[in-house]
């Protein structure tokens, strides 16, 4: 499976503020992912992370809020904006191995405390 | 609404015992299933994908799946202290990449 390499693993941000999370992955990919885990809550999908065309929002998720670029075919980012304590959440970058069997691997998540 | 259900437990185990795991989902169309295992303050883990009706065995692992039913679970043989974690069942969304995740069951293995 591929190596994927997220960054930062962990930040304390005030309010109003920012952050930009990184995804590297070791091997080139279609598609990549952004999900949210609140505390306690399962994975919520964010967004779908295309190469070369604008990133596809789930329902409740907006670009302006989450805005995501995708370069190239091995790196992705998402930033979180204007930051409220209700963003403090796990946030994760997956990847979808290319061979047709929907299997996902994830980074080892960006762990953001707003306050 | 596509929905993936799971108890969230905990689901407490002795040590040696077989724990089982169950998940339900909405989507009849649905054709490819996973197991995540999440332990505490870390990222998910696959563990088993399952694709066809039956069990689908790897060491300890057994899932099984009953598309007519929509059900998919997972088996761990010999459960160990250190299988305790959070087991996400996660099905993937018809013509897409996209996987939906159930909300997880605690699993505890006590010795």
């Known amino acids: 499976s591929a190596v994927i390499s997220q960054k930062p693993s962990r930040d304390i941000c005030q309010r109003g503020t920012s952050l930009t999370i990184q995804c590297q992955v070791d091997?080139?990919?279609?598609?990549m992912f952004w999900y949210r885990q609140q505390p306690g809550q399962s994975l919520t999908l964010i967004a779908t992370?295309?190469?070369?065309?604008?990133?596809?929002?789930e329902s409740g998720f907006v670009i302006d809020k989450f805005p995501i670029s995708r370069p190239n075919l091995t790196f992705s980012t998402l930033t979180v904006s204007n930051m409220s304590p209700e963003d403090s959440s796990i946030y994760l970058c997956?990847?979808?191995?290319?061979?047709?069997?929907?299997?996902?691997?994830f980074g080892q998540g960006t762990r953001l405390t707003v306050v | 609404q596509k929905e993936v259900e799971q108890n969230s437990g905990p689901l407490s185990v002795p040590e040696g015992a077989i724990a089982s795991l169950n998940c339900t989902y909405s989507?009849?169309?649905?054709?490819?299933f996973f197991w995540y295992r999440q332990y505490s303050g870390k990222s998910p883990e696959l563990i088993m994908s399952?694709?066809?009706?039956g069990d689908k065995e790897d060491g300890r692992f057994t899932a099984q799946l009953n598309k007519a039913s929509q059900y998919v679970s997972l088996l761990i043989r010999d459960s160990q202290p250190s299988d305790s974690a959070t087991y996400l069942c996660?099905?993937?969304?018809?013509?897409?990449?996209?996987?939906?995740f159930g909300t997880g069951t605690r699993l505890q293995v006590f010795p």
């Open positions: 399952i694709y066809s009706n």
């Open positions: 996660a099905v993937n969304i018809l013509g897409t990449d996209k996987l939906i």
């Open positions: 992370a295309n190469q070369g065309s604008e990133a596809t929002y």
């Open positions: 989507d009849r169309g649905s054709q490819s």
């Open positions: 091997s080139q990919v279609t598609m």
């Open positions: 997956s990847v979808a191995q290319s061979t047709g069997t929907h299997e996902a691997f």
